[in-house]
C-alpha cells in the first residue's frame, strides 16, 4: 500500500505555533540493559555493483535501490543505474547533502540542504515547505499518519496539516537541548532532550518522563509499534520498557519488513534476539543503509556500494542432533529434577522445549535474570546461537 501524499506541501508559513508541556515530577523506572554481543555466523557474499563518483546516501523508492551520488540520484535498473529525475519536468532541483531521510510505506521523504524532496512516480519532489526551514539545521525527520516530526538543531517540530507547532518541554531535571524528536502518531510523541526520554501527547497536553541516561541520538527507526533510537552507546528499544542493547556506537538503523539492520562504526549487524555480523564495514555514512525484495542488504563504505547476498543460509539446527545436546550440558542439573528451586521443566524433551522455546530465548538473552543464573554458569551470545537459530529455523524436531 502507498502511503499518503505528505500535507507538507500545504504548509503555509503563517501557521506556526509552539505547544508547552511540563512533565510532573515521578519516579523514571530504570532503563534495562542488555549486552548484547555481536555473533559470527556465515557471512552473506559482498560485492560492490555500479562505480561511483561521491555516494552520500541510500534509500529505496519504489523497491528499488537508490544512491544519491554526488548531485545526482542514481536508481537501480535491471543490472545496472540509471539516473533518477528530480523536480519537474520543467524545474529541476538538486537535492544537495542529505541530512535525513524518513520511510513512507514504500516510499521515501528526504531533507537534503536543497530541501524535502518526497518520492512521486519516477522521480523525486521538491516540497515547498522546504523554504520555511534551514535544511542545514534538520537533523531528523518522520513521517506518521500524516503528520511529519523535524528535529532541528534547536527543536522538536510537528507539521500537520499546514500547521508548524514546535513542542516546548520543561524540565527543570533536564537542562539538555532537544536531540530527537520520533512520531508515535499524528498527535503523540517521543523527545529525546538532553539525556531524557518523554512521551509527550499533543491532544491531552501531557508528558512523561520514560527514562534517563541517553547518549547521543544517531539515529530513529520504527519496528512496528516499537520505536528503535540508535545512540553512541548502543540501541535503544522503546516499548511497553525501555532496553537498550549495548551493541556498540550507532552510525545507521533501517527496518526493513521484519529485519533490523544496525551499522556500528565497524559492523553492520542483523538485530533480533542476537546480533548477527553481516559485514565489516571501514568507513560508515548514516542513512546508507536497506534491505531490497530479494533479500540482499545494501549499503555505504566509504565510496563504494556494497550489497549482501543473503539468499545463502546454513540449514537450521534440529533439536536432536544440535539443541538437545546444548539442554544436557547446560540446563539439566537443575531442570530435570527441579534441583535448586528450579520448575522442573524436561528441556531434553522435544515437546517441552518446543512449549518453552520463546520463554528460553528471552532467558538465554535476558542480561539481568539470565539463564542459567549468573552464579552458576554465564553462556555468551555464541553459546546459546544454536537455540536462537532452531527457534528461528522453525524448530525443527
Ligand atoms: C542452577 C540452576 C539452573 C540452571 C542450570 C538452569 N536454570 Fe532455568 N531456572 C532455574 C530457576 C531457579 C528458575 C526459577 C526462577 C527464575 O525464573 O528465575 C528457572 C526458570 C527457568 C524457566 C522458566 C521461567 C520463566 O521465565 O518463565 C526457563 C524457561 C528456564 N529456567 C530455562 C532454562 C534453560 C534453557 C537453561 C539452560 C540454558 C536453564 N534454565 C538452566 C534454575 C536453573
Not at 557471512?43 to 534509500?59: E, F, K, Q, V, Y
Not at 539468499?311 to 539439566?332: N, Q, Y
Request: glycine fraction near 8%; charged fraction near 20%; hydrophobic fraction near 40%.
Amino acid at each position: 500500500m502507498r502511503a499518503q501524499p505528505i500535507s507538507l506541501c500545504l504548509l503555509l508559513t503563517a501557521c506556526q505555533g509552539a505547544i508547552q508541556v511540563t512533565p510532573p515530577p515521578e519516579e523514571v523506572p530504570a532503563m534495562k540493559v542488555i549486552a548484547t554481543a555481536a555473533i559470527e555466523r556465515t557471512r552473506p557474499t559482498r560485492t560492490t555493483p555500479g562505480a561511483w563518483s561521491n555516494p552520500s546516501a541510500l534509500w529505496l523508492q519504489s523497491g528499488e535501490v537508490t544512491v544519491l551520488d554526488g548531485a545526482l540520484v542514481r536508481q537501480k535498473s535491471g543490472t545496472d543505474f540509471s539516473t533518477l529525475t528530480v523536480g519537474t519536468d520543467t524545474e529541476s532541483t538538486l537535492p544537495g547533502v542529505v541530512k535525513a531521510l524518513s520511510r513512507r510505506g514504500e516510499g521515501v521523504l528526504l531533507a537534503a540542504t536543497g530541501g524535502f524532496f518526497h518520492d512521486a512516480p519516477g522521480r523525486l519532489l521538491r516540497a515547498p515547505v522546504s523554504d520555511d526551514f534551514s535544511m542545514e539545521t534538520i537533523r531528523f525527520i518522520d513521517a506518521v499518519n500524516g503528520a511529519v516530526w523535524v528535529t532541528t538543531s534547536t527543536d522538536a517540530v510537528r507539521v500537520l496539516n499546514g500547521h508548524r507547532e514546535t513542542v516546548r518541554l520543561n524540565d527543570e531535571a533536564e537542562p539538555g537541548a532537544v536531540q530527537a524528536v520520533v512520531g508515535r502518531t499524528a498527535a503523540s510523541a517521543l523527545v529525546v532532550k538532553g539525556a531524557s526520554l518523554y512521551e509527550v501527547d499533543l491532544g491531552a497536553k501531557t508528558v512523561k518522563t520514560l527514562a534517563r541516561g541517553l547518549a547521543t541520538v544517531t539515529a530513529i527507526a520504527h519496528r512496528g509499534e516499537t520505536v528503535l533510537l540508535g545512540t553512541s552507546d548502543g540501541l535503544i528499544e522503546v516499548g511497553t520498557t525501555v532496553t537498550r542493547h549495548t551493541l556498540g556506537p550507532i552510525v545507521d538503523l533501517e527496518v526493513v519488513g521484519d529485519t533490523t539492520l544496525v551499522t556500528t562504526t565497524s559492523q553492520v549487524l542483523q538485530v533480533s534476539s542476537v546480533a548477527v555480523v553481516l559485514a565489516d564495514v571501514t568507513q560508515p555514512w548514516p542513512d546508507a543503509l536497506t534491505k531490497d525484495g530479494t533479500g540482499d542488504v545494501w549499503f555505504l563504505d566509504g565510496a563504494s556500494l556494497a550489497r549482501l547476498s543473503t539468499s545463502i543460509t546454513l540449514p537450521p539446527p534440529s533439536f536432536a542432533a544440535d539443541v538437545r545436546p546444548f539442554m544436557t550440558a547446560h540446563c539439566r542439573s537443575c531442570h530435570a529434577t527441579g534441583a535448586n528451586y528450579a520448575p522442573q521443566l524436561d528441556l531434553e524433551n522435544y515437546g517441552t522445549a518446543k512449549t518453552w522455546a520463546a520463554r528460553t530465548v528471552s532467558r538465554l538473552t535476558d542480561t539481568l535474570a539470565p539463564m542459567p543464573p549468573a552464579n552458576t554458569e554465564v553462556l555468551t551470545p555464541a553459546q546459546y546461537d544454536v537455540v536462537v537459530r532452531w527457534v528461528e529455523g522453525g524448530l525443527l524436531p
